[in-house]
């Protein structure tokens, strides 16, 4: 292994701009003669809109324009889409209403956009929306998806009766029953599956510019995935053509899924833009961002697990009722989908399995992908019942897991993935290994001396990443193929340049995918620069989410330096008059097989462009090549996550006392970001497990609307992490990558809601576990204890 | 409109603000050190923090005028030259930042905790000192090592340590 190579705990390449406050955000980027935008918002959950009078707001200082969605309709501007169709049971296409990027009829949720007022400046713009006079219609709203479909409830699009965007199932419903007929145990449970707000801690921004001469537009925005973004706005908002807007997403603070769909706010910058002849700059204050970002979870479950007389998992039974929000956000219905049930089965082998998803609108903003994306709420599920049920029947939760791991693969589960690789049995013991569990009863009987409870929880959890074959997405509804592009650029010099469609948004992909250059071809990792954000430079790319730039975005760049390989060895053939058949490279070095006779890289790349030793009829001046690269299959990481707590039962408060998490990524390029991944996403979950949840009281007024009232977690509420890994290489990709982005998100919160309820010995511990769920679940545990 | 003079990073400017212009505000667009973020409206997040006369401010919380004569850094302004400070240096060491938007304001509060704490700093009260920086990408976990190294390093005037891999 090279010091720069794979597998090296190579320190950041992009580390320097970020450390020294040299980044390049979207909202550090102003423009000659910019306008800002501010937007003016529904109050209210759900209203008819009258009128909405802008005059007074005109002739405030320094207001360039007020802007309605009536102007918007006018323009014939259209609206935001959800890309992944998904049919309900009876064959019914999803009903997906409509939402324009400003309401002019009707808001569905509080901070729905009614009027963009341009100005100056910031304040003089947010002066005078305060100033514009919206006369609203107040109607009754529903915030609550339990109730969103029941009899009466209000009524939020048209094209949805009862608010049900679909009713879909996945699975055989008639083998499940029957297995759960001749079970020998049952293990129920009811399960919330808490709303959250991703934050991310750059809030959104959108800048647009408008080139009359060209008639082109150019957004810089805080995206995922900029080409999806230009696909959108142009195929289905009708904004330009493709060919005529650029998208630009420069360094970007954080994304967590949030900054993948395309909003409201991109679509009126570009509008507005092309209005007032004038670049219009919008920067989310963080108020906007709890009000407007798509949150993540909010699922109401009804789950079964079915065993039989030897402990085995025999069948799974689910019903979800999903919430989307007020509108149908871009990826918005793949996340309770396909995203969700079809990793039920866990890490087992269950032979039946049925879920069923009602999708509900609500008046709350969008739901959508957030770290995980389904796969937590999938985690979820299936680890706390697994857990419960070994509690009922009174054996290790580990052995029961054991007896029921999934041992020879390729393994297909009932809920359509073929499971390719994997050793669950290798991550558990070792975790167990890890937390010393074989001790754990003397620490809990050392914590009860102290007067405290002690508890541990498991999660041994399985997701799909790698997202995805396009041919198997596409026909589950993607609008979308799901591969990745690359581009290799070798300079005469040599150095290179990889253009990708994977986006960096904190993952340290320019580190990363220079490590896999420097180990291919031999090359210092200072001469390899990452292009990627800007769509006038990368020709196409699908972004980053779903812990897919690993094994798909890295695999088209191998692919790619293929393509360069054997091109540079036609050219050292040349130069050493050999056949480029005969030509082996190694180190950076090409050399004629069985000879001592060899060129450097930079030798080879410098004639590839001056071609003085080959004529334009045998080979092609210059070395660049593309790829595109459709995976074959999803990736399988796994692993087990053990939580150790002690909870003080007088006064609720959980203190993490041990964490230990075993993941199988497969290979891994560096071991140092993919350690920083883990942790990142253990937090996250222990974030939704403790501290996080998104409150709408019932007039649909979001109550934890700023970082005083949603507990983000903070330093002191985490401990220090074990991490380690386990491996199986993937074999459906090149370099054997699983992706570990969001594993921790997905892994933690069953591992320590599993630890709590062990701990309070009561199984009733909804999330977030603040200390007052936590000291009642301790009283009524201990009064379950005496009775 | 009124002006004021402040130093910022060794550099003084004398800048016309309207009154309610925040510090965090002339920092950013009158003088364009955009290092210095701006994560929240609650003064919750810590993005922002920079130092005013030594101590660390969250600069979305002061006036600009309130700073009239004072002497600011900013993260733009820690480093010597291209000799990064060794609080930054312990941050890129222990892979302490992810999409870097938190970082500014991080390192400038790790640096002001060794001021006011010493540079023997155990992990509980490093992130009992945090409280006030919040991070959604690390974990906090290699954030915590990052400022116990970067303490010691300021004290020994060296490097941080390579961290163990």
């Given at each position: 292994m090279s010091a720069t190579g794979i597998g090296a705990a190579v320190r950041r390449k992009e580390d320097q701009r970020f450390i020294t406050g040299s980044g390049n955000y979207t909202s550090d980027i102003t423009r000659p003669g910019e306008v800002r935008a501010y937007f003016v918002r529904s109050p209210h959950a759900h209203a008819t809109i009258k009128k909405v009078n802008t005059k007074a707001a005109e002739k405030m200082p320094g207001v360039v324009a007020v802007l309605t969605g009536a102007d918007l309709a006018n323009d014939k501007i259209g609206g935001l889409i959800c890309g992944w169709a998904i049919t309900s049971k009876d064959g019914t296409p999803m009903k997906m209403g409509a939402h324009p990027a400003v309401a002019a009829d009707k808001v569905r949720c509080v901070g729905d956009a009614v009027a963009v007022v341009l100005a100056e400046t910031l304040r003089q713009a947010r002066d005078a929306a305060e100033a514009v006079e919206v006369d609203y219609g107040v109607l009754p709203s529903v915030v609550d998806p339990a109730k969103a479909a029941a009899k009466g409830a209000p009524q939020i699009h048209d094209v949805a009766p009862n608010n049900m965007i679909y009713d879909w199932h996945l699975g055989d419903k008639a083998a499940t029953d029957a297995a759960f007929a001749s079970a020998k145990h049952v293990t129920k449970l009811d399960i919330i599956n808490n709303r959250l707000v991703p934050n991310a801690m750059e809030p959104r921004a959108a800048i647009a510019e408008y080139d009359q001469g060209n008639d082109a537009l150019t957004l810089w925005n805080t995206s995922q995935n900029p080409h999806v973004a230009r696909l959108v706005i142009s195929a289905f908002v009708g904004m330009a053509p493709e060919h005529k807007l650029r998208v630009i997403a420069p360094d970007v603070g954080g994304g967590f899924g949030s900054k993948i769909f395309i909003y409201p706010e991109e679509v009126v910058a570009l509008w507005a833009a092309r209005r007032v002849k004038r670049p219009v700059k919008w920067v989310s204050d963080r108020s906007e961002a709890f009000l407007t970002d798509a949150h993540g979870r909010d699922h109401v479950t009804k789950a079964e697990l079915a065993l039989d007389a030897n402990h085995k998992i025999t069948g799974l039974r689910v019903h979800t009722i999903a919430n989307i929000g007020a509108y149908m956000s871009t990826f918005s219905s793949s996340v309770p989908t396909y995203l969700y049930a079809t990793l039920l089965s866990g890490q087992y082998a269950i032979p039946a399995i049925y879920a069923e998803v009602d999708a509900v609108y609500t008046n709350t903003a969008p739901v959508d992908a957030y770290r995980g994306a389904g796969r937590p709420e999938a985690t979820f599920v299936v680890e706390r019942l697994v857990e419960v049920a070994a509690r009922e029947l009174g054996v290790d939760p580990a052995e029961l897991r054991r007896k029921n791991f999934v041992k020879s693969f390729p393994h297909q589960t009932p809920v359509i993935m073929a499971y390719d690789a994997g050793d669950y049995d290798a991550s558990l013991t070792k975790a167990m290994n890890m937390i010393d569990y074989k001790n754990f009863g003397q620490r809990k009987a050392a914590s009860e001396k102290n007067g405290k409870l002690r508890g541990i929880g498991f999660s041994t959890y399985i997701e799909a990443c790698g997202i995805a074959p396009s041919q198997a997405v596409g026909s589950l509804g993607a609008g979308v193929g799901l591969w990745e592009s690359a581009e290799v650029r070798v300079n005469p010099t040599g150095s290179v340049e990889i253009l990708t469609g994977s986006h960096s948004h904190g993952q340290g992909h320019e580190t990363t995918f220079a490590q896999l250059v420097s180990d291919r071809l031999g090359v210092p990792i200072e001469t390899v620069s990452i292009v990627h954000g800007d769509t006038d430079k990368v020709q196409f790319g699908m972004g980053t989410y779903g812990s897919r730039s690993g094994a798909v975005g890295m695999s088209a760049i191998v692919k790619a330096l293929d393509k360069i390989e054997a091109k540079a060895k036609k050219v050292a053939g040349y130069m050493m008059e050999a056949s480029g058949d005969d030509i082996e490279f190694k180190d950076g070095k090409f050399t004629v097989k069985g000879t001592d006779k060899s060129v450097g890289w930079g030798d080879v790349t410098l004639n590839a462009y001056i071609a003085h030793k080959f004529t334009g009829g045998q080979l092609e001046p210059g070395l660049k090549e593309g790829a595109f690269y459709d995976p074959t299959n999803f990736t399988f990481p796994a692993g087990c996550h053990i939580a150790e707590v002690e909870i003080d039962p007088e006064t609720g408060k959980t203190t993490i006392a041990n964490w230990v998490a075993v993941d199988d990524f497969g290979n891994i390029i560096n071991p140092m970001i993919v350690e920083g991944q883990v942790h990142g996403g253990i937090a996250q979950g222990v974030g939704q497990a403790l501290l996080e949840g998104a409150h709408y009281n019932s007039d649909g007024q979001l109550v934890t609307g700023s970082f005083m009232d949603y507990a983000m977690p903070r330093a002191a509420d985490l401990p220090s992490f074990k991490v380690d890994t386990t491996l199986t290489p993937c074999p459906s990709n090149p370099l054997g990558i699983k992706g570990c982005g969001e594993a921790g998100a997905i892994a933690s919160p069953a591992a320590l809601i599993n630890a709590i309820t062990n701990a309070v010995g009561h199984e009733n511990v909804p999330m977030p576990a603040t200390p007052s769920t936590v000291w009642k679940a301790a009283q009524g545990g201990m009064k379950k204890a005496a009775e | 409109m009124p002006n004021v003079t402040i130093t910022v990073n060794g550099k003084s400017h004398t800048v016309d603000v309207a009154p309610e212009t925040l510090l965090v505000e002339l920092l950013r667009e009158k003088l364009r050190l955009t290092g210095t973020h701006v994560g929240c409206d609650t003064s919750q997040c810590g993005a922002c923090v920079v130092h005013v006369d030594g101590a660390a401010v969250k600069s979305c919380t002061m006036l600009a005028m309130t700073a009239d004569g004072a002497k600011v850094t900013t993260i733009e302004g820690l480093a010597n030259g291209s000799a990064l400070h060794p609080m930054q240096e312990a941050f890129r060491e222990h892979h302490g930042l992810q999409c870097g938007f938190c970082t500014p304001g991080m390192i400038m509060s790790a640096v002001d905790i060794v001021n006011r704490k010493?540079?023997?700093?155990d992990e509980h009260t490093i992130r009992e000192e945090l409280e006030g920086n919040i991070c959604?990408?690390?974990?906090?976990h290699n954030i915590v090592k990052a400022v116990a190294a970067g303490a010691k390093a300021m004290k020994g005037g060296a490097k941080p340590a390579r961290a163990a891999e």
């Amino acid at each position: 292994m090279s010091a720069t190579g794979i597998g090296a705990a190579v320190r950041r390449k992009e580390d320097q701009r970020f450390i020294t406050g040299s980044g390049n955000y979207t909202s550090d980027i102003t423009r000659p003669g910019e306008v800002r935008a501010y937007f003016v918002r529904s109050p209210h959950a759900h209203a008819t809109i009258k009128k909405v009078n802008t005059k007074a707001a005109e002739k405030m200082p320094g207001v360039v324009a007020v802007l309605t969605g009536a102007d918007l309709a006018n323009d014939k501007i259209g609206g935001l889409i959800c890309g992944w169709a998904i049919t309900s049971k009876d064959g019914t296409p999803m009903k997906m209403g409509a939402h324009p990027a400003v309401a002019a009829d009707k808001v569905r949720c509080v901070g729905d956009a009614v009027a963009v007022v341009l100005a100056e400046t910031l304040r003089q713009a947010r002066d005078a929306a305060e100033a514009v006079e919206v006369d609203y219609g107040v109607l009754p709203s529903v915030v609550d998806p339990a109730k969103a479909a029941a009899k009466g409830a209000p009524q939020i699009h048209d094209v949805a009766p009862n608010n049900m965007i679909y009713d879909w199932h996945l699975g055989d419903k008639a083998a499940t029953d029957a297995a759960f007929a001749s079970a020998k145990h049952v293990t129920k449970l009811d399960i919330i599956n808490n709303r959250l707000v991703p934050n991310a801690m750059e809030p959104r921004a959108a800048i647009a510019e408008y080139d009359q001469g060209n008639d082109a537009l150019t957004l810089w925005n805080t995206s995922q995935n900029p080409h999806v973004a230009r696909l959108v706005i142009s195929a289905f908002v009708g904004m330009a053509p493709e060919h005529k807007l650029r998208v630009i997403a420069p360094d970007v603070g954080g994304g967590f899924g949030s900054k993948i769909f395309i909003y409201p706010e991109e679509v009126v910058a570009l509008w507005a833009a092309r209005r007032v002849k004038r670049p219009v700059k919008w920067v989310s204050d963080r108020s906007e961002a709890f009000l407007t970002d798509a949150h993540g979870r909010d699922h109401v479950t009804k789950a079964e697990l079915a065993l039989d007389a030897n402990h085995k998992i025999t069948g799974l039974r689910v019903h979800t009722i999903a919430n989307i929000g007020a509108y149908m956000s871009t990826f918005s219905s793949s996340v309770p989908t396909y995203l969700y049930a079809t990793l039920l089965s866990g890490q087992y082998a269950i032979p039946a399995i049925y879920a069923e998803v009602d999708a509900v609108y609500t008046n709350t903003a969008p739901v959508d992908a957030y770290r995980g994306a389904g796969r937590p709420e999938a985690t979820f599920v299936v680890e706390r019942l697994v857990e419960v049920a070994a509690r009922e029947l009174g054996v290790d939760p580990a052995e029961l897991r054991r007896k029921n791991f999934v041992k020879s693969f390729p393994h297909q589960t009932p809920v359509i993935m073929a499971y390719d690789a994997g050793d669950y049995d290798a991550s558990l013991t070792k975790a167990m290994n890890m937390i010393d569990y074989k001790n754990f009863g003397q620490r809990k009987a050392a914590s009860e001396k102290n007067g405290k409870l002690r508890g541990i929880g498991f999660s041994t959890y399985i997701e799909a990443c790698g997202i995805a074959p396009s041919q198997a997405v596409g026909s589950l509804g993607a609008g979308v193929g799901l591969w990745e592009s690359a581009e290799v650029r070798v300079n005469p010099t040599g150095s290179v340049e990889i253009l990708t469609g994977s986006h960096s948004h904190g993952q340290g992909h320019e580190t990363t995918f220079a490590q896999l250059v420097s180990d291919r071809l031999g090359v210092p990792i200072e001469t390899v620069s990452i292009v990627h954000g800007d769509t006038d430079k990368v020709q196409f790319g699908m972004g980053t989410y779903g812990s897919r730039s690993g094994a798909v975005g890295m695999s088209a760049i191998v692919k790619a330096l293929d393509k360069i390989e054997a091109k540079a060895k036609k050219v050292a053939g040349y130069m050493m008059e050999a056949s480029g058949d005969d030509i082996e490279f190694k180190d950076g070095k090409f050399t004629v097989k069985g000879t001592d006779k060899s060129v450097g890289w930079g030798d080879v790349t410098l004639n590839a462009y001056i071609a003085h030793k080959f004529t334009g009829g045998q080979l092609e001046p210059g070395l660049k090549e593309g790829a595109f690269y459709d995976p074959t299959n999803f990736t399988f990481p796994a692993g087990c996550h053990i939580a150790e707590v002690e909870i003080d039962p007088e006064t609720g408060k959980t203190t993490i006392a041990n964490w230990v998490a075993v993941d199988d990524f497969g290979n891994i390029i560096n071991p140092m970001i993919v350690e920083g991944q883990v942790h990142g996403g253990i937090a996250q979950g222990v974030g939704q497990a403790l501290l996080e949840g998104a409150h709408y009281n019932s007039d649909g007024q979001l109550v934890t609307g700023s970082f005083m009232d949603y507990a983000m977690p903070r330093a002191a509420d985490l401990p220090s992490f074990k991490v380690d890994t386990t491996l199986t290489p993937c074999p459906s990709n090149p370099l054997g990558i699983k992706g570990c982005g969001e594993a921790g998100a997905i892994a933690s919160p069953a591992a320590l809601i599993n630890a709590i309820t062990n701990a309070v010995g009561h199984e009733n511990v909804p999330m977030p576990a603040t200390p007052s769920t936590v000291w009642k679940a301790a009283q009524g545990g201990m009064k379950k204890a005496a009775e | 409109m009124p002006n004021v003079t402040i130093t910022v990073n060794g550099k003084s400017h004398t800048v016309d603000v309207a009154p309610e212009t925040l510090l965090v505000e002339l920092l950013r667009e009158k003088l364009r050190l955009t290092g210095t973020h701006v994560g929240c409206d609650t003064s919750q997040c810590g993005a922002c923090v920079v130092h005013v006369d030594g101590a660390a401010v969250k600069s979305c919380t002061m006036l600009a005028m309130t700073a009239d004569g004072a002497k600011v850094t900013t993260i733009e302004g820690l480093a010597n030259g291209s000799a990064l400070h060794p609080m930054q240096e312990a941050f890129r060491e222990h892979h302490g930042l992810q999409c870097g938007f938190c970082t500014p304001g991080m390192i400038m509060s790790a640096v002001d905790i060794v001021n006011r704490k010493g540079s023997e700093l155990d992990e509980h009260t490093i992130r009992e000192e945090l409280e006030g920086n919040i991070c959604r990408c690390t974990g906090y976990h290699n954030i915590v090592k990052a400022v116990a190294a970067g303490a010691k390093a300021m004290k020994g005037g060296a490097k941080p340590a390579r961290a163990a891999e």
